[in-house]
Every structure is written in C-alpha cells, then in structure tokens.
C-alpha cells in the first residue's frame, strides 16, 4: 500500500456522500460507538484485537435485520479509485446484515485498501479460487432513478460508513 | 401515402408527445454521464480494447468455454442447463420452480424468455423487485430502455399508478415516498419468496463466478433471503476467466447511465451460502439450490454469421440507446422490438425473434454512427443496422416492384421498398435532375408533383426539396480548368464530387477549390460518381458495392499520381474511411482510407505545414454558430473546422447534439418527419439561444445544412465557404 492510499480512498467516498474514520484496533470501539445507531446488529470482525463492541449484537431473526438502524460487517478490501468496499459474503451473515439496516459500516484494515480496480480483481479471483464463494463491489448507498428522480436509500443501505484500521 | 407509412408517423407522433419529454430528459442525461465518466479513465480506448478482445475470443469459443463453465458449476454444487430456445427454458424453470412464489431482479434475457407468464401458469407469484420493472409489472407495460425499463415514466404518473392499484396509507408526493413505499410492498415479497430470480451479466467459465451489475440491492436480497437460486443468461454471457470481467466490471456502468461503477457488482460463484429466510428466521444457506439457464434461443446461428456475430459481443449497456438522437427523443416504445431497444436491438431482435421483429423499427437506425464511439465493445452497430435492412428489402416484395426495377439502375432485387429504391438512387436522380434544370425542379416542386411524391413514394411534402443546379461541379471545373500550375503546385489534390456538392451544394464545392487553390494545391475535380452512401443507407448493400468499386477505379489513377483526396461531404468521407472496407478489397479500402481528408482536416493539415494562412480571408472577429455533422464527430473530424475557423480570426460556438436529425434521406420520409423535426429542434434550440442567436450559421454535412434551412430563418452555409474570398465577401 503506497502511502496516498487511504487519502485517495477517502476522496472518493466523500464523493459519494460516504464518511471514512480513521482508527485502530485498541480505539476501534469508541470510535464504533461515534457511528453506530440503535438498533445495531453486526457480525463477528475478523481482525486481530478487534471484536464487535456489546452496543452491536448479531442478528437472530428478519426482524432484527429489519428493525436495525445500522449494520456492521468487514470488507475484504477497499478499492481508493472507486470508493467501493468489498463485501464477502458467507454464513456469518455479512450479506444481510451489509444489506438491510438503514447504515452500514463497513470495516476495513488499511493493509487491505488497493489503489484501483486492476488490484482487486486478481485479488478477489485468488479469494473465489480459495473457496469465497461472494464478493460484492459496493459503492456508496443503494440508490435508484427509477422513480422520477434520483433517490438513495432503495432494498439496500441509506447511508454508508467506512471505519479504516490503520494498525491492521 | 401508403397505410403502413401513415401507421407509423401516428405512433411515432403519439410517443413525441406521451413520452418523448421523459425519455430525452433521462437519456441525455445518461449520455452527458458517459462522457464526463470515461474522461475521468486514464486508458479509456485501451479497456474498450481489452474488453472487445475478452468477447472476441469467448465468442470464438464460446462451446468449449460452456463445458468448462458446466464442470465449474456442478462442480461448485449448482446445475447448469443449455436450453435451446425460449419454450425448453421455460420448461427447465417450471419444474425448478414448481408453483412456489419467485422475486426476480432485472434480466432483459428473462423477458426474452417470457418467463413469468410461464411460470404464472403454474401458480407462482411472480415479483418483479427492480422498482422499473416493478412499476412496468404493475402497469402492465413493456420497457423503453434495456437498463431504466421506465424512463418514459413520470413520477407523478406513477404515483398515479400506485395509488390506483394500492390504494396507500400514506401520500405517495415525491420520488423518496415511491421507493419507501415500493420498497416495503417488494420486501415483504421478498421475504415470502421462496426463489430468487436473477440474470447474469457475466459469466465466468473457469470459476463458476456470475457478475450482476445493480444499484438497488434488490439482486442481493432476491439471492439471499430465498433458498433457490435461478439464474437466466444468454450463452454469450461466458468469459474465460474472473481476471476477465475487469475492464466491464470498469465499463458497464460509465458506457451506460454514466455511473463509474453502480452501488453493486456483485461477484458470486452459486450456490452461496449466505443465510436465507425461513419462516421469519435466519436459515443455514449452505444447501441452496442453484440453477444456471443457459439460453440460446438463435445465438449459435449468430455466431454462425458473420454480419451478425458482433451482436454477441453486446453487453447491454444501453450506450447506443443513449447516444442516438432518434432515441433519445422517441424512446424504446417506437425504437425496440420485442424484447431489446436501441440501436443494437436490430441486432438481436433479428436474431433471436427474427427479421419481421427487426424491420419494424430497423429504419429508425439513420446510420449516424455516432453510437460506434461510444459502444465499450466496439460493435459497428451501423453495419448491423444496414445489413439487416439489406435483408429485410429481400424478404418482402414492393407494390412498385414492376415500375422501379425497369426505371432504376441498381443491382438490388425486386423487393426493395419504393421509398427505399428512390432514395438510393439519389445519384441517378440527381445527375438527371442537374441535366433537366431548371424544369425538374420545377415540376418536383409543384404542388401536384409534391402530392404524388408523398402518395406514391412517402417523400413528405412539408420538406423543401434539393434544388438541382444545371451546371454542376465537375462541368464548371471541367471549363474552367486547374488555376495552380503543376510547377507551383505545393501537393496535388482530387477533390471528390459527391452528389450533393456536384448538382445541389456546387457553391461549397467552388469555395473548396479556391481555398485549396489559394493555399498552393493543384485541384482536380474527377467525375468519380456517386459513394454509395445512398444506397447503403437504405440497405441496398449490392448497389453501394457496385458504386464503391467504381469510385475507386476513378480514384486509383489519382492516388497513383500522388493525388489526395480531399472530401466535402463527411457522409461521403465515412464511406472511404469506414464502410469501404466492408465494400472492397481490404487493400484497396486502406489505401483510399489511408489518402482521403475532409476538406478542414486538409486545410489544417496544409496551415499547419507552412501555407499562408493570410492567403484566406480574415475572420475579423465574425461570430459563428458551427454544428459538426455525426459521421465526422465519429471519426473524430471536428476540432479541425473549429481550429481552422479560430485561427483566421471567427468567435466560434460548437453545437453539442449527437445529430441534426435530416440524416439524409430520413427526414424526408412521411412516416419519420415528425421525429426528424423534433430532433432537428434540438439543434435548433441551441443556435436560437441568446448567445447564438445572431451568428452565422455553418455546418459540414448537407443534410445538416438542409435541416437547419428548415429549422431557423437565417441561412446557413459549409465553413469552407466562409475561408473562399470569392463567396465570403
């Protein structure tokens, strides 16, 4: 990772409308804490020293990924040029849980953060071949023009927030 | 005028007005996003190349890549079923889905395929959950736009929609409370569904690994929440490889709505094992059922064919819908046959549906290219356009046959429509016309001969007609002779008279050759006949063979000598650069393609490599209106005429539609004139507005001149006129 990754990350999604935080692993609570809104649900975080903090709990049924305010999973990898995370999916849950609160925060180890598209795709391609069988490239909120105008905020996330661990 | 004709000019007029407001606001705003977007790529023709490279090679070898995409889906857990047309499709996907309930995503294949009527029958309930085609599904209409279904769509019209059939709690006021409502009707679906439906915008054999490239989320949530996956995609949908998907994974979404990326690309190799919803509850996903319907329905006898095989290439980014003027003002309802629209829908409808499907709306294609630039894939969906009119003119027979076949001199057979027959012997009519001068023009002109002319051939009478001039270019040249000895001459040029500049536009021809003339060339003006364009733009492909290969026989003698070739009409230019090599010898083409300029580009060319420039007359600060003509902004001709202009001193604005909507022969039809003056109002607007309203009025392309004539009540003039110190004073 060349050092204007993350500034370069961080450009792209404020043009989408997408606030990036910058923390680590030992303030990575505090940090969530600024962003979550209740109700939270999330799903277990796969980075050293870090774990959902207790305001976030997993989800047990539809109804808690209906009700929820707000959704927290890992992202794989950040891609700067684009702005987009990379959600991968699997029994966990990251797929609902990225997908049904009116927020979500996706987390991301700065390690993980790729200039451009040409970097995660063969990246992804090794992930799929190593049995991850989903990798959505989501950028910014769901959004649609199909109704007269442009709107966000459709089957998916409102709005997006990116947490960057910056020691992982 | 015939009923046929009559039937589409009132259909046509009917979507201008119901329709036509929406979708230009929709399309052209798409088509702007597209070039703000893919100027922001630091190798944008670089991945178009990549991209076409990828369908290139898959296309080739497409049987093999599907057995390897076989292995990798049973492989991964999932079936994978090739069906041969629409009805075995359908028939693999009942008994799949056996009366349960099913929520689809977008999928144009899955409309091929009719799929939910199918399955209706069986007593599934079928939920369309992309909020376009939610509110087609609920109006019961079909798309206007392969990737927004429901451009035509106002918002307040489908409030009206939903409050109808609904009967909502709440006020549906604005677009935020549509989705909010939508979004919870179609979730609740979602939830109860035991099915998710989707298509597949890519394929990759290797893996197993399907794209889907959304914004809503609602693909994500249809896999999800259900524990069978189905999904629908064409057999042309494979790539080798995931590596593969990235330069459309770059271009999809700028090529089309003008998005850098959409919200989703979703990347899955099915089934997956994200957790479904079973009964309110969170379910292991790890025994999803998952489904790969392969369609062929007509793509391998595409692939079999060499004019059509490009069409395979599509990746359905409604780029060419986007671009095209005539769509962007009729929409999808007038150009689209059964399933797909725009310009690469001749394409597949002609291969998937049939030719009839095809020749319904073929027509509106004007040949304009300008959508060839703007296709990530690089199809030449012109070409399609005119081979598949080619095919269409042979399959139908004419009531005139008997008339036009002894009176014209084509090489194209009995079927030709008499419209089409008429307008692709333009040459012929025009070099008679120019001989019987000025009585031809007289009696064409008469109300009577107008009259006859729209009953028996559709040429509309409210269209000023081309004068034909009794002396035409080659003869006044022939008299007067070169004017630049050989011994002084800097290059030697042919200067090639196509039609219009010989009998109707002889002035701009005269300018052409003074200003060369001033600027040191040695010009000769061969009686080289007529290009071709004429006929290939009805679809007489034979007849624009023939003629092509004449014109190169004129030609070659000057091109041995050292001559170049400099064309005033760009349509003309486009056939020498791009559609002769479809016509002749592929070294014959390059050679003239390789030697011909556009009369500005010369005299660019000539400035720039040491002629004095004060040899022409001074602009002195003239405020200028230019619109470029589509077929020379395709290739890319346009900065030329603007540079040449300011540099001798003119204030020039450019006009930025895609075209003025004349597009030769086309705005003279009864059934198209109504659309070619709502597009060519477009222009008109823009060379109205305050800051151009009193400018002169230039334009490369004939029939740009001819439709501005009609459209503004100041004159306009080729811009090589305004650099002839003989006609500019």
């Known amino acids: ?168 | 005028m015939s009923a046929d004709r009559q039937r589409k000019a009132a259909e046509i007029r009917r979507l201008l007005d119901d329709e036509g407001d929406s979708v230009y606001a929709n399309t052209t705003g798409f088509n702007d996003g597209r070039y703000e977007s893919v100027a922001g790529l630091d190798d944008y023709e670089g991945l178009k190349e990549e991209a076409r490279a990828v369908k290139e090679d898959a296309i080739q070898r497409l049987p093999e890549l599907v057995e390897t995409l076989r292995e990798s889906v049973e492989a991964n857990g999932g079936e994978l079923y090739v069906a041969d047309d629409a009805d075995d499709a359908n028939r693999y996907i009942r008994e799949v889905v056996d009366g349960r309930d099913v929520v689809k995503s977008k999928s144009m294949t899955s409309e091929e395929l009719e799929v939910n009527e199918a399955l209706e029958t069986d007593g599934s309930d079928v939920w369309e959950t992309d909020l376009g085609e939610f509110v087609l599904q609920v109006a019961d209409e079909a798309p206007s736009h392969i990737v927004a279904p429901a451009i035509h769509k106002s918002r307040a019209g489908i409030a009206e929609l939903f409050e109808a059939r609904f009967d909502p709690d709440a006020d549906l006021d604005t677009a935020a409370d549509l989705t909010r409502f939508a979004r919870d009707y179609l979730g609740e679906r979602i939830r109860e569904a035991e099915v998710g439906m989707t298509g597949a915008n890519f394929l990759a054999a290797d893996t197993g690994t399907m794209a889907l490239v959304t914004s809503e989320g609602n693909a994500r949530k249809c896999v999800q929440a259900t524990d069978t996956h189905v999904a629908v995609a064409g057999i042309e949908k494979v790539v080798p490889s995931v590596e593969d998907l990235r330069p459309f994974v770059e271009l999809i979404g700028r090529s089309g709505t003008g998005q850098d990326i959409t919200s989703y690309v979703s990347l899955l190799t099915p089934p997956v094992d994200s957790p479904s919803f079973a009964d309110g509850a969170l379910a292991p996903g790890d025994d999803r059922e998952f489904h790969l319907v392969l369609v062929d329905n007509g793509r391998t006898e595409m692939r079999e064919d060499d004019d059509l095989r490009e069409t395979l290439y599509c990746i359905r980014c409604s780029a060419c819908a986007n671009s095209c003027a005539n769509f962007q003002h009729v929409g999808g309802h007038a150009f689209g046959g059964e399933t797909y629209s725009g310009g690469i829908a001749t394409g597949w409808e002609a291969g998937v549906h049939g030719l009839d499907a095809a020749a319904e709306f073929n027509d509106l294609c004007t040949g304009c290219s300008r959508c060839v630039d703007a296709c990530p894939v690089g199809i030449d969906i012109p070409w399609i356009n005119t081979v598949v009119r080619d095919r269409v003119n042979r399959g139908e027979d004419a009531e005139f046959d008997w008339l036009v076949e002894g009176l014209t001199p084509d090489a194209d057979p009995g079927g030709v429509d008499v419209q089409k027959r008429l307008f692709g012997n333009f040459g012929t009519l025009a070099r008679l016309g120019s001989a019987t001068a000025p009585l031809s023009n007289w009696v064409a002109q008469s109300r009577v001969g107008r009259a006859a002319m729209e009953r028996l051939v559709g040429v509309d009478r409210r269209r000023e007609l081309p004068a034909f001039r009794r002396e035409s270019l080659v003869e006044w040249f022939d008299a007067r002779g070169p004017q630049v000895a050989r011994a002084d001459a800097d290059r030697e040029v042919a200067l090639y008279p196509d039609a219009y500049t010989n009998y109707v536009q002889v002035d701009r021809g005269k300018a052409a050759v003074r200003v060369l003339e001033a600027l040191g060339v040695r010009v000769s003006v061969p009686a080289a006949g007529e290009s071709g364009r004429a006929p290939l733009s009805q679809g007489m492909v034979a007849t624009a063979r023939e003629q092509a290969e004449a014109v190169y026989d004129s030609l070659e003698p000057h091109l041995d000598a050292g001559r170049d070739v400099v064309v005033v009409e760009p349509s003309d230019l486009a056939m020498f650069d791009r559609e002769y090599e479809r016509l002749l010898d592929d070294a014959d083409a390059a050679r003239l393609a390789a030697d011909s300029y556009e009369v500005m580009e010369y005299v660019y060319g000539l400035l720039e490599n040491g002629a004095d420039a004060d040899a022409l007359p001074d602009g002195d600060g003239e405020r200028v209106a230019y619109h470029s003509h589509c077929q020379q902004r395709t290739l890319g001709l346009e900065p030329y005429t603007e540079a040449v202009l300011e540099d001798r001193g003119f204030d020039v604005v450019t006009s930025d539609v895609e075209c003025c909507g004349m597009a030769g022969s086309f705005g003279y039809k009864t059934e198209y004139y109504d659309l070619s003056v709502d597009v060519g109002e477009s222009l008109a607007d823009q060379f109205t507005a305050l800051d151009a309203r009193d400018r002169t009025v230039v334009a490369s392309g004939t029939s740009c001149l001819e439709q501005l004539d009609d459209l503004l009540d100041r004159p306009s003039t080729h811009p090589v006129q305004l650099l002839d110190a003989v006609q500019s004073r």
Not at chain 1, 7 to 23: I, K, Q
Not at chain 1, 73 to 84: D, E, F, K, R, V
Not at chain 1, 102 to 126: E, F, G, K
Not at chain 1, 140 to 156: C, K, R
Request: a negative charge; glycine letters at 10%; zero cysteines.
């Open chain 1, 1 to 168: 990772m060349s050092t204007d990754t993350i500034p370069a990350f961080e450009s792209s999604l404020s043009e989408l409308g997408v606030d990036l935080v910058r923390t680590t692993a030992r303030e990575f609570d505090a940090a969530l804490d600024d962003v979550v809104e209740q109700p939270a649900v999330g799903v277990p975080l796969p980075f050293a020293g870090v774990s959902l903090p207790d305001a976030v709990s997993e989800a047990s049924s539809v109804d808690d990924l209906e009700d929820a305010a707000t959704g927290v999973t890992p992202a794989g990898y950040g891609i700067a040029s684009y702005g987009s995370v990379v959600l991968q999916g699997g029994p966990e849950g990251v797929e609902p849980v990225s997908l049904y609160g009116d927020t979500h925060i996706a987390v991301v180890a700065a390690s993980d953060v790729l200039p451009d598209m040409a970097d995660a795709i063969p990246r992804i391609a090794a992930d799929i071949r190593d049995g991850r069988g989903e990798a959505v490239v989501a950028t910014g909120a769901s959004a649609t023009a199909d109704m007269g105008a442009l709107v966000q905020g459709v089957h998916g996330p409102t709005n997006v927030v990116v947490v960057v661990l910056t020691d992982r």
